[in-house]
């Protein structure tokens, strides 16, 4: 009894049949895996402690680039206004002109308590939710 100990070429060619279809196998089940245990970005964050409520003083105006928001103490109550723009999201700026703000995108203006003055933005800034918490700080909430 003599053993073979050559490959016939119809055994190499469903060897390798086999063994890529096995590694295409894997290589699919690992993309299966990874896309099923993806994790999205949990996006900015939501709530801002922008200090103490001292730094805001009556007929202040601050901006804080980190919220985006302008943080304003009319008699002191302590409002914000979003400086996303409401046309497309363009982070609005301080118009040099005047109190309000413009978009430097498409150009729309608002007034200093965000109410449209030019377009094309339709509607006004978004008020923001403010608090002040028992140690006098002041938080801004975007959502």
Do not use: W
Request: charged fraction near 20%; include cysteine.
């Amino acid at each position: 009894m003599s053993m073979k100990s050559e490959l016939s070429r119809r055994d190499f060619i469903k060897l390798s049949t086999r063994t890529l279809l096995g590694l295409g196998a894997v290589l699919g089940l690992g993309g299966l895996i990874r896309f099923f245990s993806y994790e999205p970005d949990q996006g900015p964050p939501t709530v801002f402690d922008l200090g103490d409520a001292g730094s805001f003083p009556i007929g202040s105006r601050t901006i804080r680039g980190e919220v985006p928001a302008v943080i304003i103490n009319q008699d002191g109550v302590i409002v914000a206004y979003s400086l996303t723009c409401t046309h497309l999201g363009c982070t609005i700026e301080k118009d040099k002109e005047s109190i309000g703000f413009t978009c430097p995108c498409h150009g729309s203006a608002f007034d200093e308590t965000g109410k449209v003055i030019n377009g094309p933005a339709q509607d006004p800034l978004k008020a923001l939710r403010v608090e002040t918490s028992g140690e006098n700080r002041v938080i801004v909430h975007t959502e």
